[in-house]
């Protein structure tokens, strides 16, 4: 396991390249937007400070409304930084919404240092989540629902997580199954409403989380001498959590 220290080394590495892969985007005087969707003051609020200083008030409305009804591709890059930067240090946008931008804009299309320098934030931003005591039940549910917005293969981010067997990580795996779990075992499907455009996404997710290989890398983790808080909360997962939902899918198929 990377020690945490190393966790946010990465990330602030992998934001500071988004800042300098989309430096050559600058602010244009004027942000055009649909004018019954977006006033002068919300204009106005993108040019109150500079790129790194703006703050997640200045930014939520055009994080919503960006590439749809304000503004296009070039504006959208120059303040792709800074919004994600903000989204991963736990400020509060629709990160749903946000990632998804990037599939609007048809991101795999872009440079390939662009997309690197994405592929890089969204690998480094997941990992400083996983290691991250939960803030929520919904954390890092809500991140791989984000992530997946716009990436099309999740099993990079899957396997991250399969071998990183540590307290918050097993934490955060029982938090998405509790709060998956009616719809897991009775639909085949998770709950936030944002996976209905990403079905093979989500699919990919459920395939993981009820197989043979997830369920033998956590229980075999219990022989493994774990603390005893992550001995608990692994015996919880895997005997009120994968092992139901294992046998569910056994019984049904």
């Known amino acids: 396991m990377i020690h945490r220290s190393g966790v946010e080394k990465d990330l602030d590495a992998a934001i500071a390249r988004l ?5 050559s985007y600058k602010l244009r005087p004027r942000i055009e937007g649909c004018p019954c969707c977006v006033g002068k003051k ?7 400070h500079s790129l790194r200083q ?18 296009d591709e070039y504006d959208f890059k120059h303040f792709l930084p800074r919004i ?3 989204c991963a240090r736990n400020q509060e946008f629709d990160i749903e919404i946000v990632f998804g931008k ?21 690998i480094s931003a997941w990992n400083e989540i996983l290691n991250s005591e939960p803030r929520s039940d919904e954390d890092a549910d809500s991140w791989l629902c984000a992530i997946a917005q716009s990436v099309d293969d999740l099993e990079p981010y899957l396997k991250l997580w399969q071998q990183n067997i540590s307290l918050f990580p097993v934490q955060h795996l029982s938090n998405l199954y509790l709060a998956n779990a009616e719809d897991l075992i009775t639909k085949r499907a998770l709950s936030n409403p944002f996976w209905e455009e990403r079905a093979p996404q989500m699919q990919q997710v459920v395939a993981w989380i009820s197989s043979d290989e997830t369920f033998a890398a956590f229980n075999n983790a219990l022989d493994s001498s774990p603390s005893d808080e992550l001995a608990h909360d692994l015996v919880l997962l895997v005997h009120l959590g994968l092992r139901p939902l294992r046998e569910a899918y056994l019984f049904s198929s």
């Open 54 to 71: 703006l703050t997640t008030q200045d930014l939520s409305s055009y994080s919503q409304k960006a590439l749809t009804t304000w503004g």
């Open 84 to 86: 994600f930067e903000l």
């Open 19 to 23: 800042y300098e892969t989309f430096s």
């Open 102 to 122: 990037l599939a609007y804009g048809g991101w795999r299309s872009w440079s390939f240092k662009e997309q690197a320098a994405i592929e890089q934030y969204f």
């Open 42 to 48: 919300r204009e106005r609020r993108l040019h109150t």
